[in-house]
């Protein structure tokens, strides 16, 4: 099994849906929970952290963590074209100095006009 | 926000030859810095992790001596790919931990590199 699991995809919406994106994961020390969103050909771009349980909302994104089910959730509300990319959940145990960043395999997100 | 550098984006090189790939960390100090490699349509693989000042520690099935890594400043990391083949051929990603002050310290990366080795 898997540390982190997430559902590759691809997810296709059209303009100004709701899109909700997910990871799964076994490892219970797991506390930073990280999303990032990698366009084609291009490295990844953070967009939300969170750390333990709970919410986090960043303009139309939301992050959420539920660690009793060891699952975490990232929210797009009115989801552009431009939010086409794939999004990448990534958590690790804590932080400072070396700490592995485990990934999941990511999702694939198109936003259809 | 923190800003992560790397250099060059595209290269190609012939098989035998050897690629070096720099990644900067632009204006924080990055103690750790991490190589990923990432396959068409796969996820990111971490190769190593790269600290100042020491050994890089490299994840199992990673060639050592294939894959060299230094670290040698605060705000420098390189890989270099020794004798590559087409099969060494891929998108590869460096990574550093944030600034304290950042985000919860957490993970930027550089724009990633293509090598392609013909």
């Known amino acids: 099994q898997k540390e982190v699991e997430q559902d590759p995809g691809p997810l296709s919406v059209p303009e100004g849906a709701i899109v909700s994106l997910n990871c799964t994961y076994s490892?219970?020390?797991?506390?930073?929970f990280m999303w990032y969103r990698q366009y084609s050909r291009k490295g990844p771009e953070l967009l939300m952290y969170?750390?333990?349980?709970g919410n986090k909302e960043d303009g139309r994104f939301t992050a959420q963590v539920d660690k009793s089910s060891k699952y975490i959730s990232l929210f797009i509300r009115d989801s552009q074209p431009s939010d086409s990319a794939t999004y990448l959940c990534?958590?690790?145990?804590?932080?400072?100095?070396?700490?592995?960043?485990?990934f999941g395999t990511g999702t694939k997100l198109q936003v259809i006009p | 926000g923190a800003v992560v550098s790397q250099h060059p984006s595209r290269v190609i090189c012939k098989s035998g030859t050897s690629v070096k790939i720099e990644c900067r960390s632009l204006?924080?100090?990055?103690?750790?810095m991490f190589w990923y490699r990432q396959f068409p349509k796969q996820s990111l693989m971490l190769m190593a992790t790269?600290?100042?000042?020491?050994?890089?520690?490299?994840e199992q099935g990673v060639e050592k001596d294939k894959f060299l890594i230094n670290h040698a400043s605060l705000t420098l990391s390189t890989l270099t790919v020794t004798s590559a083949h087409p099969e060494d051929s891929s998108f590869y990603i460096c990574?550093?931990?944030?600034?304290?002050?950042?985000?919860?310290?957490?993970?930027?990366f550089g724009e990633g590199s293509w090598l392609t080795v013909v």
């Open positions: 990574s550093a931990r944030g600034p304290p002050r950042g985000p919860g310290n957490t993970i930027y």
């Open positions: 490892n219970s020390a797991f506390q930073y």
């Open positions: 790269s600290n100042e000042g020491s050994k890089a520690t490299y």
């Open positions: 969170t750390y333990s349980s």
């Open positions: 990534a958590m690790s145990a804590s932080f400072g100095g070396y700490q592995k960043v485990t």
């Open positions: 204006d924080f100090q990055a103690t750790t």
